[in-house]
């Protein structure tokens, strides 16, 4: 590989600044620039991690010829604005999940995506996590044999967070149900149809309009006979944080664990057996090897829900950076492209519509 170094730009220094040290010790980046619209956090920021451009003003940014690169963490309802706006100012983008909030933007950013050549990857967290590459290092020894179907959850209770979230359909964030049960065989959803139950809270439900506590969802995959499953709850449904997926398959099946932090199992054939999930770093330069047991975010006084909620996410934050700077360095296309971040976004966009429909 050769010695190229990508020159990072991260915006959105909340989750997003867990991101910083690991560009910074990959071989192949250059954390360049931060971005924040409050300026005290832009340097409280900036002064922990000795990056010395700091911008408030994204536009600003863009307009920065050293920035080759921009990693968006901004909160969704800005992800399709900023990411079309980096792509015409000529940057490759990382965007964490999701790609956008309508299918027209998801089609907006493919078409520039084809007109520019350039890159952009949905920093989708499950399908970088070490359950899903130990599903994936056994499907594809071929040991869980033909795979027959794909179930994903992600149930979590938002009760008091802020603003946007409150009132959410649960549909309009499910890439991280969505996007295992489509990166596994590596296939595209053609035809979903989804139903909502129960209710949530009155005063919840004029925001959207979306009055369901539960939506569930079945995905038809293109040129393929496999089908998926995928739940996703937000408000007033009792249960644990989970984002889990199972995977059927002719010779071995795998379940995730129904409490965290059990082990999850294994069925071959009729036979159950619990399992403990190795961690990947062996896949990564060694540079960026510790960052899957830990990150900025986990210790005692230095706490990020999305990190605590998401159990630190599956150790999947350096393997999503190699696989983008990586993908830029070599030429080739990330996994998932903007094509395959659209389709895994716009199952969930349209879930919920087909829910609104009566499935």
Request: include cysteine; hydrophobic fraction near 35%; charged fraction near 20%.
């Amino acid at each position: 590989m050769s010695q190229k170094k990508i020159n990072v730009a991260i915006v959105g220094l909340g989750f997003g600044a867990e991101f910083i040290p690991i560009y910074q010790k990959h071989p192949n980046a250059n954390m360049y620039a931060i971005c924040q619209r409050t300026q005290s956090k832009v340097d409280e920021i900036g002064d922990a991690f000795g990056i010395g451009v700091r911008y408030t003003d994204y536009e600003e940014l863009l307009r920065d010829p050293n920035v080759d690169a921009v990693h968006i963490n901004t909160p969704i309802q800005s992800h399709a604005e900023q990411s079309i706006a980096a792509l015409k100012a000529g940057k490759h983008v990382a965007c964490t999940v999701p790609m956008a909030t309508t299918v027209e933007e998801c089609r907006q950013i493919v078409e520039l995506v084809q007109e520019t050549g350039l890159t952009y990857m949905m920093m989708e967290t499950v399908i970088y996590s070490r359950e899903f590459l130990f599903v994936k290092e056994m499907y594809e020894k071929g040991e869980l044999g033909r795979i027959q179907f794909l179930r994903a959850s992600h149930q979590q209770e938002m009760a008091g967070w802020p603003g946007y979230w409150e009132g959410l359909p649960p549909m309009h964030y499910a890439t991280h149900c969505v996007g295992p049960v489509l990166a596994l065989p590596r296939a595209e959803a053609e035809y979903v149809s989804c139903l909502g139950s129960g209710r949530i809270d009155e005063e919840l439900i004029p925001k959207y309009g979306s009055p369901f506590a539960i939506e569930t969802c079945h995905i038809k995959f293109r040129n393929s006979d496999l089908s998926a499953e995928v739940t996703r709850s937000l408000f007033n449904t009792a249960r644990q944080y989970r984002e889990s997926f199972d995977v059927y398959g002719s010779k071995k099946s795998f379940e995730w664990t129904q409490i965290e932090h059990e082990d999850s199992v294994i069925h071959t054939g009729e036979t159950p057996e619990r399992v403990k999930i190795p961690d990947y770093a062996h896949l990564l330069p060694r540079e960026i090897q510790n960052f899957t047991q830990a990150g900025v975010y986990d210790s005692d006084d230095n706490q990020h829900l999305s990190f605590i909620q998401g159990a630190g996410h599956g150790g999947s934050h350096p393997h999503l950076v190699h696989e983008f700077v990586s993908a830029l360095v070599e030429g080739r296309e990330p996994y998932p492209n903007a094509r395959q971040s659209a389709n895994i976004t716009c199952v969930g966009i349209l879930a919920h519509e087909s829910a609104m429909q009566g499935g």
